[in-house]
């Protein structure tokens, strides 16, 4: 699988992989995360943008699709019932999704942030079972609860290479 920087000419492969991934969600037991047509338009847009955008590509063709940040993310400020692992540098993995067409998407884009910097956060809805079992796969630890810019609340988690 091959990773690069999503391009505007993207946008509508991975609205399709957003749009296969509500679904999954609401099957999985996870309406409430994405729900109205989420991720937002704008913060795809934004991502792309700002060169924090890219999409996995099996065959030449786009499979999944991330944001990744390497910096200070203000909703990660305040954390309740918990606290981060260490203060150093990290980068934030967001909206994380597949096609559901070739396996290791998560691992493959870990593979990638990890090659970027040690210390990764992300976070989760506490419906998304399935995000919560490939975080604790791959040696994420839960550090207590955040919450996102509309005042939901969501599952922190950090992985520090050492």
């Known amino acids: 699988m091959n990773i690069r920087r999503s391009k505007m000419s993207d946008l509508g492969e991975m609205e399709r992989i957003y749009a296969y991934a509500r679904g999954q969600m609401r099957l999985g037991g996870n309406p409430n995360q994405w729900k109205n047509d989420g991720p937002p338009k704008e913060s795809v ?10 999409v996995i590509e099996e065959g030449g063709r786009i499979c999944g699709v ?6 200070d993310d203000p909703t ?5 019932s918990g606290g981060w692992l260490n203060d150093e540098p990290y980068g934030t993995i967001h909206r994380i999704a ?9 691992s493959r884009c870990l593979d990638f942030c990890t090659q970027l910097i040690a210390n ?4 989760t809805h506490a419906d998304n079972r399935i995000m919560h079992h490939l975080l604790r796969k791959h040696g994420f630890e839960r550090c207590g609860i955040i919450y ?6 969501r599952t ?5 290479l050492r």
Request: charged residues 25%.
């Open 148 to 153: 996102i810019a509309d005042g939901s609340e």
């Open 66 to 71: 991330f944001s990744f940040i390497i910096g």
């Open 45 to 54: 847009i934004k991502d792309i943008e700002n060169g924090n955008s890219y």
């Open 120 to 123: 990764i956060r992300i976070d």
């Open 98 to 106: 597949s096609d559901g067409t070739c396996r290791g998407v998560f």
């Open 76 to 80: 990660y400020a305040v954390i309740e």
């Open 156 to 160: 922190a988690y950090q992985k520090v």
